[in-house]
């Protein structure tokens, strides 16, 4: 993925708030064999996950482990949580906010999901009150915007009632867009710096980033994640593929000219390495039990020369992270990343048993199939008519992951492609889809 439409985009989304642009979301109707479906050791058993008559009260919901046997996880974005959180431009009465996410952890629970990656901090802000970051324009309206309740601490509550668990998903160096940045108040740190001027707060096509190579900008990253974890019951800190936004090197010009490094790629590197291991180290300093995990692009091959970024030492050696979630958004026919090659390319990099290994998949191309949206970064004509052509893609995605060994679960993106987040009425988008995989995952 070598640029915005390959990530969770901020721009490119459903009518309803935000869908991945294809080529971040790239990728029979028999009932499937017992073979297709995770083994009974490598999912959680029926006493891991609390029935509708013996799970707990929801002031007391019983300890669950940061990750589960078989993670079933789903991307909970602020584009999912948008309409949710705000009725119009201010924030949305308690007990509507309440109601509604009620009914989104009620559908996800009844999806057979055990795991949330739920956003908290998309762009250098924060969806609850931080000494850190400010309020974001998602939970308050606008920036500069106060809230009279605390939406994350409800939607924990109710997640936690379910049985869920729920990680605190973070976007490191990525913020606010450069015209917001004015009412963002002086006492953060990051508009500090970008009044200050020099290369610790970049701006690029209109958006601004911290940036990495500066510890202070990686400290405050790593402050705000210790934050999040001792300010709520969350079992992690999780990452996604927003790294170096540009290969330009005027990016990094002031910071790589003192660094001593003749390379900017190793320089890069070594920056997004610091951060990394700094995030690993703060949340298991911070909380013992908590992971940390990064869900990168899923095309192996152009990570280091377009994000700077070493995953393959990240899964080899010991303090980077927990696990990752290659976001492996293909179908079968993809003309580069055909879904089961690249499932078994990332299954090689992972040599550190410690590092435990989940395929992220995407509701993204179905969504778009049902509007006639082809796949236009899929290459082959095949590849990019497969999701207009097969509903049963994403249940054949399922079928290949539960029968290899080396996966120990999946996170699919994202709530909305399935349900309406105001609602929580099914999407008829993903319908066809839907109805093939279901039962699998449940």
Not at 90 to 100: C, D, F, G, I, L
Not at 215 to 222: H, N, V, Y
Not at 325 to 342: E, R
Not at 352 to 374: Q, R
Request: proline share 7%; net charge negative; glycine share 8%.
């Amino acid at each position: 993925m070598g640029s915005e439409i390959s990530k969770h985009p901020e721009t490119s989304k459903p009518a309803e708030p935000g869908k991945p642009s294809e080529s971040s979301a790239q990728p029979n109707t028999s009932a499937p064999s017992e073979s297709s479906k995770p083994s009974e050791s490598s999912r959680p058993s029926e006493s891991s996950q609390p029935s509708e008559n013996s799970k707990p009260p929801e002031s007391e919901p019983e300890p669950q482990p940061a990750l589960p046997e078989y993670l079933k996880g789903i991307w909970v974005s602020q584009y999912d949580m948008s309409s949710v959180y705000l009725n119009g431009s201010a924030q949305r009465s308690k007990s509507s906010y309440t109601a509604m996410v009620e009914k989104i952890v009620a559908n996800i629970k009844q999806d057979g999901f055990n795991t949330i990656f739920l956003q908290m901090r998309p762009f250098g802000d924060s969806f609850y009150n931080s000494e850190y970051y400010p309020l974001s324009r998602f939970v308050a309206g606008s920036y500069g915007g106060s809230i009279g309740y605390d939406p994350i601490e409800i939607f924990i509550e109710k997640a936690r009632a379910q049985g869920l668990t729920v990680h605190a998903w973070i976007n490191p160096m990525r913020l606010m867009l450069t015209g917001e940045m004015a009412a963002v108040p002086d006492r953060y740190l990051i508009k500090q710096w970008y009044k200050a001027g020099g290369d610790r707060v970049v701006e690029v096509d209109g958006r601004l980033y911290l940036n990495p190579a500066y510890p202070e900008a990686r400290q405050l990253i790593a402050d705000g994640a210790a934050e999040i974890l001792k300010k709520y019951n969350v079992a992690g800190i999780h990452i996604d593929d927003y790294f170096y936004p540009t290969k330009d090197a005027s990016f990094d010009k002031i910071s790589f000219a003192k660094s001593g490094y003749a390379s900017l790629q190793a320089f890069r590197e070594n920056n997004i390495n610091q951060m990394v291991s700094l995030l690993y180290q703060t949340v298991h300093k911070t909380k013992k039990d908590a992971v940390f995990g990064v869900s990168p692009a899923g095309n192996l091959d152009s990570l280091r020369s377009t994000y700077f970024i070493d995953v393959q030492k990240w899964c080899s050696e010991d303090g980077y992270i927990d696990y990752i979630i290659p976001q492996l958004y293909y179908g079968f026919l993809h003309g580069v990343c055909p879904f089961d090659k690249m499932v078994d390319k990332w299954e090689a990099i992972i040599t550190n048993p410690k590092v435990k290994y989940y395929v992220g998949l995407s509701g993204g191309n179905a969504y778009n199939a049902y509007s006639g949206g082809i796949s236009v970064w899929a290459v082959t004509e095949a590849g990019k008519y497969e999701w207009i052509n097969h509903k049963d893609v994403l249940k054949r995605s399922f079928e290949y992951i539960f029968n290899k060994d080396s996966v120990d679960g999946y996170c699919f993106f994202c709530y909305q492609y399935l349900y309406s987040p105001t609602t929580g009425s099914p999407t008829p988008a993903l319908a066809a889809e839907y109805a093939n995989f279901i039962d699998l995952i449940r």
